[in-house]
T-cell receptor
Framework: GAGVSQSPSNKVTEKGKDVELRCDPI?????LYWYRQSLGQGLEFLIY????????KSGLPSDRFSAERTGGSVSTLTIQRTQQEDSAVYLC??????????????FGDGTRLSIL | DQQVKQNSPSLSVQEGRISILNCDYT??????FLWYKKYPAEGPTFLIS?????DKNEDGRFTVFLNKSAKHLSLHIVPSQPGDSAVYFC????????????FGTGTRLTIIP
């Protein structure tokens, strides 16, 4: 498809389990971002990938969170030993990137993660 | 530390009238501002943006105004339509760093037919 694709759309898991969330960015976009939105809050930045550069992980809330981006395209966000406070909607966005001036980020529909 | 603030959690406007959504920011390093619209169970959809070198940008029914001295921006929608009912997020990006967006907490706009 033409937009950012995320899977699964919903994930329910037990506390302590690991989860993997997937993002397919828009074709040709070199910049990829992960955000999360907790109930009643705005979007909170987690991590940023730009091309082959080292990712900016400054928004990751703990070392239980990690992300990879393989081949400059698909990204996976992994949360280990999930806690109830990890429950949120996890949103992926991509943009043209590459220092081409002001370019908006385009979002997927998110993964709604619920930790029981 | 909320660097982008949307102080009105909700707003109701009659169909056909103007909707004005407001946003304030505190970080003087922000140089690019965006508005997103979000329907339930969907991701935010980009609406309109403005660079800090401008004070107005218009796209159809949507106009964004930026007042840098007041660190304030607003989104005007005219005329308002029922399909405009959604949550609107203001976002900003700094001219330093990683191009991450800092978001406000959103304003729920309801258009009354």
């Amino acid at each position: 498809g033409a937009g950012v694709s995320q899977s699964p759309s919903n994930k329910v898991t037990e506390k302590g389990k690991d989860v993997e969330l997937r993002c397919d960015p828009i074709s040709g976009h070199t910049a990829l971002y992960w955000y999360r939105q907790s109930l009643g809050q705005g979007l909170e930045f987690l991590i940023y990938f730009q091309g082959n550069s080292a990712p900016d992980k400054s928004g990751l809330p703990s070392d239980r969170f990690s992300a990879e981006r393989t081949g400059g395209s698909v990204s996976t966000l992994t949360i280990q030993r999930t806690q109830q406070e990890d429950s949120a909607v996890y949103l992926c966005a991509s943009s043209v990137g590459g220092g081409l001036g002001n370019q908006p980020q385009h979002f997927g529909d998110g993964t709604r993660l619920s930790i029981l | 530390d909320q660097q982008v603030k949307q102080n009105s959690p909700s707003l109701s406007v009659q169909e056909g009238r103007i909707s004005i959504l407001n946003c304030d920011y505190t970080n003087s390093m922000f140089d690019y501002f965006l508005w997103y619209k979000k329907y339930p169970a969907e991701g935010p959809t980009f609406l309109i943006s403005i660079s800090s070198i401008k004070d107005k940008n218009e796209d159809g029914r949507f106009t964004v105004f930026l007042n840098k001295s007041a660190k304030h921006l607003s989104l005007h929608i005219v005329p308002s339509q029922p399909g405009d009912s959604a949550v609107y997020f203001c976002a900003a990006r700094s001219n330093f760093g990683n191009e991450k967006l800092t978001f406000g907490t959103g304003t729920r706009l309801t258009i009354i037919p």
